[in-house]
T-cell receptor, first 114, second 113 residues
Framework: DAGVIQSPRHEVTEMGQEVTLRCKPI?????LFWYRQTMMRGLELLIY????????DSGMPEDRFSAKMPNASFSTLKIQPSEPRDSAVYFC????????????FGQGTRLTVV | AQSVTQLGSHVSVSEGALVLLRCNYS??????LFWYVQYPNQGLQLLLK??????LVKGINGFEAEFKKSETSFHLTKPSAHMSDAAEYFC???????????FGRGTSLIVHP
């Protein structure tokens, strides 16, 4: 398996624009996580899915953020409208079921909102 | 509830010196514990994990960690640092039926020549 695949790797956009980040989890994994990493706040869990169903989105900072998982092999994180304070590295990760199984991370998307 | 505390946001060592990165956890039930490493401009990757089989866990690149229940600790060590070990290290815990790992704030390891 190629691992968790995220696209794009880098995104530069203007304030107010819509941004869509994409993630393909590892085949067979039933959990998918979206994290945001910044210097100030470290690694924050935004939302996670189990079997394509959103379970906990309490980490989503504002209504401007939304996430979907239409099928087991694809998820999106959308920011609309984007703001400069959304600039961060966004990671997608997936895992399979058990407590003792680790999460596998993608390479991340570095988002810059100017 | 589960949580992780990593003591020291930065640790600086000389090449060849012992590496010690500290992690303390809080969990009301037996935990599963993980150490991840993040190299610049990359995602997190697993170094090692504790799943109750053995208290001393060996991982990749010569790292190991020891689970100490009495101290609620899971410190990461390496006998001799290499320049290539310079990275960000994260400790994480999952427990109590939660499949969601809770991550610490991370410790940046700096290795001097």
């Amino acid at each position: 398996d190629a691992g968790v695949i995220q696209s794009p790797r880098h995104e530069v956009t203007e304030m107010g624009q819509e941004v869509t980040l994409r993630c393909k989890p590892i085949s067979g994994h039933d959990y998918l996580f979206w994290y945001r990493q910044t210097m100030m706040r470290g690694l924050e869990l935004l939302i996670y899915f189990n079997n394509n169903v959103p379970i906990d989105d309490s980490g989503m900072p504002e209504d401007r953020f939304s996430a979907k998982m239409p099928n087991a092999s694809f998820s999106t994180l959308k920011i609309q409208p984007s703001e400069p304070r959304d600039s961060a590295v966004y990671f997608c990760a997936s895992s399979y079921r058990g407590e003792n199984t680790e999460a596998f991370f993608g390479q991340g998307t570095r988002l810059t909102v100017v | 509830a589960q949580s992780v505390t990593q003591l020291g946001s930065h640790v600086s060592v000389s090449e060849g010196a012992l590496v010690l990165l500290r992690c303390n956890y809080s969990s009301s039930v037996p935990p599963y514990l993980f150490w991840y490493v993040q190299y610049p401009n990359q995602g997190l990757q697993l170094l090692l994990k504790y799943t109750s089989a053995a208290t001393l866990v060996k991982g990749i690149n010569g790292f190991e960690a020891e689970f100490k229940k009495s101290e609620t600790s899971f410190h990461l060590t390496k006998p001799s640092a290499h320049m290539s070990d310079a990275a960000e290290y994260f400790c994480a815990v999952s427990s109590g039926g939660s499949y969601i790992p809770t991550f610490g704030r991370g410790t940046s390891l700096i290795v001097h020549p």
